[in-house]
Nanobody
Framework: LQLVESGGGLVQAGGSLRLSCAAS????????IGWFRQAPGKEREAVAC?????????YSEDSMKGRVTISRDNAKNTVSLQMTNVTPEDAGVYYC???????????????????WGQGTQVSVSS
């Protein structure tokens, strides 16, 4: 499964961003998808995930604090990550990932996921 992230760029602090994860040649509808991010000099951390059945969403409360929404658009074959009230601490490379098996639950563990996109860079101006 090849994943491609998009939507990154420069965002003003206090603003919002919307990132998308798409699959090349395959449908995402049956895949659980996780979003992760990595800031310069820091380890990659989980942001949110959504199960394949679209009935389970998990958010990393420590860093997201209710500012993040993960959702699917099956018509567009994408999974989006929306973040509001962006701060400079939200800057980094954002990745989406999928587990090997279809029809899966989602978890905020990196080891849960096998396929990873190349990432999309988010920069935040203060």
């Amino acid at each position: 499964l090849q994943l491609v992230e998009s939507g990154g760029g420069l965002v003003q602090a206090g603003g919002s961003l919307r990132l998308s994860c798409a699959a090349s040649g395959q449908t995402l509808q049956y895949h659980a998808i996780g979003w992760f991010r990595q800031a310069p000099g820091k380890e990659r951390e989980a942001v949110a995930c959504i199960s394949s059945a679209d009935n389970d969403r998990i958010y990393s409360e420590d860093s997201m604090k209710g500012r993040v929404t993960i959702s699917r658009d099956n018509a567009k074959n994408t999974v989006s990550l929306q973040m509001t009230n962006v701060t400079p601490e939200d800057a980094g490379v954002y990745y989406c990932a999928a587990p090997r098996e279809l029809f899966n639950l989602c978890r905020l563990w990196e080891r849960w996921y096998e396929s990873w996109g190349q990432g999309t860079q988010v920069s935040v101006s203060s």
